[in-house]
């Protein structure tokens, strides 16, 4: 891994093929590049209308595809190499109900803005996925109440509805116009819902919301720490702080909270993925939870990028947001390449980042302390507890934080 982070170019990557080939005869390493010419063309980012934002789970608009397989069609065929690639748009909850509200006829002045990044995207045959909206609304589903749910029906009726009109018409007048029978979107939009519901009832029953309550703990303790030592000049203890609970209560280093998390500290609310965390009382415990889904957005987006789109393409995700947040999280800790074995495996992602050096960069008086983290022997101590105690469990370290940050009032 540690050859990986210097690998720049796609003579860096077919050099480490060359010296580590038993090590990776299974691998395929995915590297996004920047400058013009070789690689396949796919922005990073698209930025529309200054209210709409694209990002891609790669931080440069060239991607470079790399194995055995591949560089042997390379030396054999003089460099020409045909590569299925797919990819797919997810929408966060506020582009969904803009959708929504768009295919309902009604135009306030955002659905317009809206409606013309949609023809934007419809040009470029662009694939949707309206998934991170239902994680969002999953407890809803469950619940069942009867306007909750018929809110959340016509969402998934509206996204399916869109599906299948003409892109074409779309793109070029803006117009819907159904090319499938409305019997089709309905009962399209009621097979997603029951299989939903279904997903979601098992996930319930074998504790599997994890994924979410994961991330929730570790936003409500960067919330928990900002209350206890406030202000930028303790940033310093406080990412120490940060340190200690992933080194010791966690036993695992999620690097993207940290930097978000040293971020924040050192730059309080100019910080905007978390600035929302500088409320107080129900407001922050809910702007926690929606910082969260953000960060449970951007890590599911990283394991579907594998070989899983049409005919086992490599699926390149993006996700579609009107939050500017959420798109500076997605740019302060962009991915440079991933590694990926099989469909099976969540790939391995390398961030253009080195976010130990950042912090040695950022609080050069704590080096020490930064370095003994990320020494092999405390890599080796979490690695022992993990096996010792199994992985984190959130569910009873989030009353106890709630009732932390209800102390400070």
Excluded at 32 to 58: H, M, Q, T, V
Excluded at 258 to 274: K, M, T
Excluded at 305 to 318: E, K, L, N, Q
Aim: proline fraction near 4%; glycine fraction near 6%.
């Amino acid at each position: 891994m540690l050859r990986l982070n210097r690998v720049r170019t796609l003579n860096d990557a077919a050099q480490l093929w060359i010296d580590a080939h038993e090590e990776l005869w299974d691998y395929t390493l995915i590297l996004s590049c920047d400058g013009e010419g070789g690689g396949l063309p796919w922005p990073a980012r698209l930025d529309l209308n200054g209210k709409a934002y694209i990002r891609s789970i790669f931080s440069r608009s060239r991607l470079w595809f790399v194995n055995r397989h591949i560089l042997e069609e390379m030396a054999r065929d003089g460099g020409h190499v045909n590569i299925p690639v797919d990819y797919s748009i997810s929408f966060d909850t506020n582009a969904a109900n803009y959708l929504r509200t768009m295919v309902e006829g009604k135009s306030p002045e955002i659905i317009d803005v809206f409606r013309e990044v949609m023809r934007t995207l419809s040009g470029k045959s662009f694939n949707w996925d309206i998934m991170p909206f239902l994680r969002e609304r999953s407890r809803d589903v469950l619940a069942g109440d009867p306007a909750v749910l018929d809110h959340i029906w016509r969402t998934v009726y509206a996204t399916e509805y869109f599906a299948g009109c003409d892109a074409a018409e779309f793109a070029r007048s803006g117009a819907l116009a159904l090319t499938v029978p409305e019997s089709q979107v309905t009962a399209k939009s009621q097979d997603i819902l029951g299989s939903f519901h279904r997903l979601e009832t098992r996930r319930a029953q074998s504790g599997m919301d994890r994924d979410f309550a994961l991330f929730y703990a570790f936003v409500l303790k960067i919330a928990a720490i900002e209350r206890q030592l406030p202000g930028r000049s303790t940033s310093g203890k406080k990412l120490l702080m940060l340190l200690e609970f992933f080194h010791s209560e966690v036993s695992a280093m999620f690097l993207n909270v940290l930097w978000a998390g040293a971020s924040f500290f050192q730059q309080g609310s100019q910080f905007r993925p978390l600035q929302k965390l500088s409320a107080t009382g129900e407001n922050l415990l809910r702007n926690a939870a929606n910082i969260a889904w953000d960060f449970h957005h951007v890590t599911m987006m990283r394991q579907y990028a594998t070989t899983i789109g049409r005919d086992r393409s490599f699926m390149v995700p993006y996700l579609l947001t009107f939050d500017r947040g959420i798109a500076d999280l997605m740019d302060g800790f962009a991915n440079r390449s991933c590694l990926i074995k099989t469909a099976e495996e969540f790939p391995a992602f390398i961030p253009d980042i080195n976010v130990e050096q950042w912090f040695h960069i950022n609080w050069p008086h704590l080096n020490e302390h930064i370095h003994n983290y990320f020494s092999a022997d405390a890599l080796k101590s979490r690695e022992a507890r993990r096996a010792q105690r199994g992985s984190f469990d959130p569910y009873p370290v989030i009353p106890r934080l709630k009732a932390q940050l209800a102390s400070y009032g």
